[in-house]
């Protein structure tokens, strides 16, 4: 059990994580010759790969030694069934409302081996590194507080997940991007691991790539 000081410790060095991870982003934005890189098609997969990858798995495995709150845990097809069924229905319903996302559109453009790597670090590079920061140190802010603080720990975490991938700009994108949050959320939470939303966010994003490239 955590004390209260403890608690609101554990809380901010979650939030914490989150905040270092995504002002990471603009750090990188800012270093010299991004603007080609963007250019170029590699800024996706330098930013991931080179570092909001490695910085995530890196605080997952302090944070985790230290607390032993963010296991990897196992994966079965028990475990997947329930919320996978639970994304394909969504994708099912935002597909009848679904419109243009001009920065997919983008991906079009890309060819040979920037092609290959955006791909890559879409499908799983990003979702990795999301789902740690997200399913793991956002919804592991409202650890301690109770029922009451895990329901806004995933209102939270997902309202933000929503709110950060500003790439997109379509109303039906967002409103699925806060129910995928919702649905992966719920899947950390009952199966008690985070490569079950890991496995569960690369599927959907390979599918989406699949769709969009195929």
């Given at each position: 059990?955590?004390?209260?000081?403890?608690?609101?410790?554990?809380?901010?060095?979650?939030i914490?994580a989150?905040?270092?991870?995504?002002?990471?982003?603009?750090?990188?934005?800012?270093?010299?010759?991004?603007?080609?890189?963007?250019r170029s098609?590699?800024?996706?997969?330098?930013?991931?790969?080179?570092?909001?990858?490695?910085?995530?798995?890196?605080?997952?495995?302090?944070?985790?030694r230290?607390?032993?709150?963010?296991?990897?845990?196992k994966?079965?097809?028990?475990?997947?069934?329930?919320?996978?069924?639970a994304?394909?229905?969504?994708?099912?319903?935002?597909?009848?409302?679904?419109e243009p996302?001009?920065?997919?559109?983008?991906?079009?453009?890309?060819?040979?081996?920037?092609?290959?790597?955006?791909?890559?670090?879409?499908?799983?590079?990003?979702?990795?590194?999301e789902?740690?920061?997200?399913?793991?140190?956002?919804?592991?802010a409202?650890?301690?507080?109770?029922k009451?603080?895990?329901?806004?720990?995933?209102?939270?975490?997902?309202?933000?997940?929503?709110?950060?991938?500003?790439q997109?700009?379509?109303?039906?994108?967002?409103?699925?991007?806060?129910?995928?949050?919702?649905?992966?959320?719920?899947?950390?939470?009952?199966?008690?691991?985070?490569?079950?939303p890991?496995?569960?966010?690369?599927?959907?994003?390979?599918?989406?790539?699949?769709?969009l490239?195929?």
């Amino acid at each position: 059990m955590f004390s209260d000081a403890q608690r609101l410790n554990h809380t901010l060095i979650c939030i914490g994580a989150f905040v270092s991870w995504y002002c990471l982003m603009f750090l990188v934005a800012m270093l010299p010759g991004y603007g080609a890189l963007y250019r170029s098609g590699l800024a996706i997969p330098v930013i991931f790969g080179l570092f909001q990858l490695p910085f995530s798995l890196i605080l997952w495995r302090h944070y985790h030694r230290h607390y032993g709150t963010l296991p990897s845990g196992k994966v079965t097809l028990a475990r997947l069934a329930p919320p996978a069924a639970a994304l394909i229905f969504i994708t099912l319903i935002y597909s009848l409302f679904e419109e243009p996302e001009p920065w997919l559109e983008t991906l079009n453009q890309l060819s040979g081996i920037h092609l290959v790597l955006t791909v890559v670090s879409i499908c799983l590079l990003a979702p990795v590194s999301e789902e740690v920061i997200f399913r793991g140190f956002l919804l592991n802010a409202g650890l301690g507080f109770g029922k009451r603080g895990e329901q806004i720990a995933i209102l939270a975490t997902s309202l933000i997940f929503m709110l950060v991938h500003t790439q997109y700009q379509q109303p039906a994108t967002f409103v699925f991007l806060f129910l995928f949050s919702v649905i992966l959320c719920y899947a950390r939470l009952y199966t008690r691991s985070l490569l079950v939303p890991i496995i569960l966010h690369a599927m959907c994003n390979t599918y989406t790539m699949a769709v969009l490239l195929g």
